[in-house]
């Protein structure tokens, strides 16, 4: 005798199976139809609920004839609300659906693993000589060695790559064109920022000029040993602004672990997805982690 368990989980996926079949390049579709017959539920109860949930503001404002890749998050409501409580995480598993929590998680992770790359690369000293010499000022050449040397396409596609592998999902091309269309679009509306990026390696390409001893090198840090000079003979006034930014102690700094949870907590309150005056916030929020990264190293 089967349970209800196996029950929802053979419905779901008989429906992931007409998912994966009607997919047309990034996006698919079900028929209401199909659904309403799949989950034995009338079209008028359909529509009671689709009403009901409009009145709240859970519901999009038209009435669909159709589930699409666009519309999966009504589709996800509907089922739970149909008592399949494990939609959502199945469809998720299976790369079809992310929520606005999944999006920012992937979001931070995509920011950690990116930095951290960035930051135990191979420098290449011909190419910071060059960078060096064309530009008057260090962190300009260090924006202009990022921006030569990192291939911004390959790193989208190695953190989704491993996002894919770590969380478990489903890898096809669905659930990569959306998680690359989600970074894509954070760099599009200046959220994330390839030149706040590049900063970030802004001491591992100084002390490699040092250790080089490549032309100007003796002057790249004059300014900000003044800086710091007026500041925490103990923390780098930089790192202490990121930590306030990030609402976190200077005294004791914070474990990795900690860092990681606090920004990922401030991302989901500020970020314009869920918080439409949030934008100019929450790029400093990324920004901030930048600066505890590269200064305290928390590789993903």
Not at 63 to 87: I, K, T, W, Y
Not at 160 to 179: F, G, K, P, Q, V
Not at 261 to 287: A, C, S, W
Request: proline fraction near 3%.
């Amino acid at each position: 005798m089967t349970t209800r368990t196996e029950q929802d989980s053979a419905l779901i996926q008989e429906l992931l199976d007409e998912i994966e079949s009607s997919i047309v390049d990034h996006d698919w579709k079900l028929t209401l139809d199909y659904v309403l017959s799949l989950l034995n539920l009338s079209r008028e109860d359909y529509y009671r609920y689709v009403y009901a949930e409009q009145e709240i503001g859970n519901w999009s404002d038209h009435m669909p004839d159709a589930f699409s890749a666009e519309s999966v998050s009504d589709l996800v409501a509907l089922l739970q609300h149909q008592g399949l409580r494990r939609a959502g995480e199945l469809l998720h598993r299976a790369g079809y659906y992310f929520s606005e929590e999944h999006l920012l998680n992937w979001l931070e992770f995509f920011h950690s693993v990116t930095l951290s790359r960035m930051q135990s690369h191979a420098v290449d000293a011909e190419l910071l000589e060059t960078a060096m010499a064309g530009c008057q000022r260090f962190i300009a050449a260090v924006e202009f060695y990022g921006h030569c040397h990192f291939d911004e396409r390959e790193y989208i596609n190695f953190a989704t790559n491993l996002y894919l592998e770590r969380a478990r999902i489903e890898d096809h091309s669905l659930s990569r064109e959306i998680l690359g269309g989600f970074i894509r679009r954070e760099f599009h509306q200046r959220n994330l920022i390839w030149e706040h990026l590049y900063r970030t390696i802004y001491g591992t390409l100084r002390d490699a000029a040092v250790r080089l001893e490549l032309p100007g090198a003796d002057q790249i840090d004059s300014a900000e040993r003044s800086r710091q000079a007026a500041g925490s003979a103990d923390i780098a006034p930089e790192l202490a602004g990121a930590l306030r930014t990030l609402e976190l102690p200077t005294e004791p700094l914070p474990e990795p672990e900690a860092v990681k949870k606090q920004y990922r907590q401030m991302l989901k309150r500020f970020h314009p997805d869920v918080n439409p005056g949030g934008q100019e916030k929450t790029r400093d929020l990324i920004d901030a982690y930048g600066v505890v990264v590269s200064h305290l190293g928390l590789a993903e």
